[in-house]
């Protein structure tokens, strides 16, 4: 069964980091491009970050450049997204996905997603 599952999520001061993990099973994330996405009470998915299946390109939302870095470890089967210097507005459920295509911003264009986790910042 393909499944991908974040974890990492939690509540954090404002100023503070937090790493969240996307752990793929039942597939290899070699081939996948992986994108990071989040979703704010009474507010519309929103990418965050991206990266290519190889881990050599990555893009990010202008509201996250320079605070968040995405990795990936394929011998881990496993994507990161650290984030530093957390904000209120960074409070939302994120979520990864993985697409067959090239590493987008573009939600739609994902093909499998995980459950989300919680991030809270706030003081």
């Known amino acids: 069964q393909l499944q991908l599952v974040e974890s990492g999520g939690g509540l954090v001061q404002p100023g503070g980091s937090l790493r969240l993990s996307c752990a793929a099973s039942?597939?290899?994330?070699?081939?996948?491009?992986i994108g990071w996405f989040r979703q704010a009470p009474g507010k519309e998915r929103e990418g965050v970050s991206c990266?290519?299946?190889?881990?050599?390109?990555?893009n990010y939302a202008d509201s996250v450049k320079d605070r968040f870095t995405i990795s990936r470890v394929n011998a881990k089967n496993t994507v990161y997204l650290q984030m530093n210097s957390l904000k209120p507005e960074d409070t939302a459920v994120y979520y990864c996905?993985?697409?067959?295509?090239?590493?987008?911003?573009?939600?739609?264009?994902?093909?499998?997603w995980g459950q989300g986790t919680q991030v809270t910042v706030s003081s």
């Open positions: 996905a993985v697409t067959w295509g090239m590493a987008t911003m573009k939600s739609t264009l994902y093909d499998y």
């Open positions: 039942g597939f290899s994330l070699d081939y996948y491009a």
């Open positions: 990266i290519s299946h190889s881990g050599g390109s990555t």
